[in-house]
């Protein structure tokens, strides 16, 4: 068992109905070792907050690693709709900081239609961002997340496509870099994606501190690792459920969007067919690696980020 959580969150159901590995915080309290501390700041949509909860939980559980996940909502701004379950369940930004964490993911946001500086909450995740920088072993920026953090700190903009990027892509590790991160992974593999935009090869190969570690001809880059791992950047879901993409088309064609098919997805283009799930194995080997470097090279003091600082 190695996550450790309150069964009160309604992730907490899910998981044990599925027997992912799970540990109730009184069971955890009577072993003897300091859990990792993986802190999840949750910027989806209110209405697919809990099932992202659940999403990113599922990839953790798969080590032997004991695991405290902490849900992370904002010092100062509210949601309008999921603030009761935010309060309830969650830690402010500054309870996280003051306490410390081994590592930190950021998911993505529905937010690519806008500037980034329009962003209700900018200063406040830059604040974070900037604090993870400096205080974090390793932090994971997905999707709309790693378009804001390229932004905020190196000054990268995301290009934006005539077609949403939607579907799932073929996808080429680089085994010969001999990363960490790629360990016991396929030479190929698919990889979800949706979005509207985001960074390209050409971004990263003028800058010493990026090593593009799994990338598609027709996605472009899915895994980039920044300052040798202390960032780690994902434009690609491997989190998706089976059916995500097909909801999100749904929603994208109820909206008036045509410009959104997705791409190698439904079987022979039939959307009445059952998608295969082909990305979930390669995935769940991703963050088990991560959570393996977090714990390699974090410090046994929570304030210290990295063995050798």
Known sequence: MTLIIDKKLPAYTYLEREQVLEMATDEAERQDIRPMEIGILNLMPSAVVERTEVQLLRMLANTPLQIRPTFIYFDTHKSRSKQDHFDEFYKTISEVKEAGLDGLIITGANLEDRAFEDVHYWKELTALMDWAHESVTSTIYSCW?????????????????????LGIFQHQARHETGSPFLSGMDDEMAIPHSRWRGAEAKDFARRDEFQILID????????????????????????????????????????GITNCAPRNY??????????MRNWSANGQVFYSNWINWVYRTTNVDIKKPLMDE
């Open 216 to 255: 598609s001809k027709e996605a472009g880059p899915h895994l980039v690792i920044g300052r040798g791992g202390r960032e780690v950047y994902t434009q690609g879901h491997p989190e998706y459920y089976r059916n995500d993409i097909a909801e999100e088309y749904s929603r994208d064609k109820s909206a």
């Open 266 to 275: 439904f079987p022979k283009g039939d959307e009445t067919k059952t998608p």
């Open 145 to 165: 997340a790693a378009q804001a953090k390229l932004y905020h700190e190196y000054k990268i903009s995301p290009h934006t496509y005539k077609e949403k990027m």
